[in-house]
């Protein structure tokens, strides 16, 4: 009887199966609470009391800034309407031109406002537009 | 009919004779950086992100760095390790509970293994460190009130200063008998501050009415942005400055009634 060995046969398969089990254990452990949780916050009743503190300034801080921009837009739309409603007694022709609709000049600006961003480009600013 | 209809339009345009319409134009700047925070802001997103890292899982930096490697031995070399649990042993702070590396009881300070510095390094070179830019510039240091750099923060409003030493923003009286609002406007700041500039118009529509002193004399607004390009002043009769201004520089430079009107229009950041 002839024993015929084939190189890597028997570790080879068994290998790749541990290793896809690790890859997966790995992966599970990533997704998983299980030794990674820290320890429950227990706050002292005073340090309770600090946070629902801080959350509640907040919290004001937040309304007071929303009715102040509340306020502001309600007083812009105000400031508008005066100021059509005293063009219509001024100047019948430039009231009419002004609150007829015209989507040409609503049209956002093609490549226009930048968003702020947290620190300035290194070319702050272009100082020549591009020749139309 | 007809009559009466006829006299309404004859007396409305008599009236409008003797008023004089200037259009101005309420021209700014928006932020190019993010406002700057307050220091309530500062302090209260400071407490969440501290509260969030306290309450973070531990990092699992086996599944970034893969075993055995060189970037695995770089990053546990660059920990700090928190103070183990040893039988015998009294701790000031509380009896240690570790896992994984990490202090449960705190939050987790992942060190991430410094590459070698070089602020140096060309602008091709990818891997150079990534500093950013001031936001403070050099307009800022050197007070230039004409600067489009300045106050990268807050919206700058256009102010021009007319040949009687008062401030106002850009007004433009309105001479054709078919002139409009918003072009009229357009065109007069173009012909004040040269070509070389790029304006959105917002609307057509005027945001607030402005009476002078003895009521003949009336200015709409129209909002506008700057794009691009810059607000040069040209040789004329009326303006002999001009300047970038955050609101509140506004309100010093203008008269209070003025301000009134246009103070629901100027934003605070």
């Known amino acids: 009887m002839s024993k015929v060995f084939v190189r890597f046969k028997r570790t080879q398969p068994a290998t790749a199966a541990i290793l896809h089990a690790q890859k997966m254990a790995t992966q599970l452990s990533v997704i998983t609470a299980s030794r990674k949780a820290p320890r429950l916050l227990k706050l002292r009743p005073e340090d309770l009391i600090r946070h629902q503190t801080v959350t509640k300034a907040w919290s004001l801080f937040q309304a007071e800034e929303r009715a102040e921009q509340e306020a502001q837009l309600r007083n812009q739309y105000q400031s508008t309407l005066d100021a059509v409603e005293l063009l219509q007694k001024i100047s019948p022709r430039l009231y009419k031109s002004v609150t007829t609709p015209d989507n040409n000049i609503t049209v956002f600006p093609r490549g226009g406002l930048r968003t702020p961003t947290e620190y300035p480009p290194t070319i702050v600013w272009r100082y020549q537009i591009k020749p139309n | 009919m007809i009559r009466s209809g006829i006299r309404t339009m004859a007396s409305v345009a008599s009236k409008e004779n003797t008023k004089v319409i200037n259009s101005g134009l309420i ?3 928006i932020p190019i950086v993010t406002p700057d925070l307050t220091e309530f802001e500062k302090k209260y997103y400071n407490y969440q992100s501290e509260l969030e890292k306290r309450l973070m899982w531990t990092f699992p930096y086996y599944f970034y760095f893969r075993k055995g490697t060189l970037a695995e031995r770089r990053f546990l070399k660059a920990q700090k390790y928190p103070v183990s649990k040893q039988p015998g042993v009294w701790y000031p702070k509380g009896i240690p509970d570790i896992r994984q590396n990490r202090e449960r009881r705190s939050k987790q300070d992942v060190i991430l293994p410094k590459e070698q510095e070089d602020i140096n390094e060309s602008l091709e070179k990818i891997s150079r ?40 923003f850009p007004t433009f009286q309105l001479k054709e008998d078919d002139a409009l609002l918003h072009l009229n406007a357009e065109t007069g700041l173009r012909t004040l501050g040269g070509k070389n500039i790029n304006t959105w118009t917002v609307s057509k529509t005027p945001v607030a009415a402005y009476e002078n002193n003895n009521g003949s004399d009336i200015t709409f607004f129209i909002k506008s942005h700057i794009l691009g390009g810059k607000f040069d002043l040209q040789e004329n009769d009326t303006y002999s400055n001009f300047a970038w201004l955050t609101k509140d520089e506004v309100k010093n430079h203008i008269k209070t009634d003025y301000f009134n009107k246009v103070d629901c229009l100027l934003s605070k950041v």
């Open chain 2, 27 to 29: 021209l700014s700047r």
């Open chain 2, 129 to 168: 460190p990534v500093v950013p830019n001031p936001r403070t510039t050099k307009a800022d240091e050197t007070g230039d009130l004409t600067s489009l750099e300045r106050k990268l923060s807050r919206t700058l409003y256009l102010l021009l200063k007319n040949k009687t030493g008062e401030w106002e």
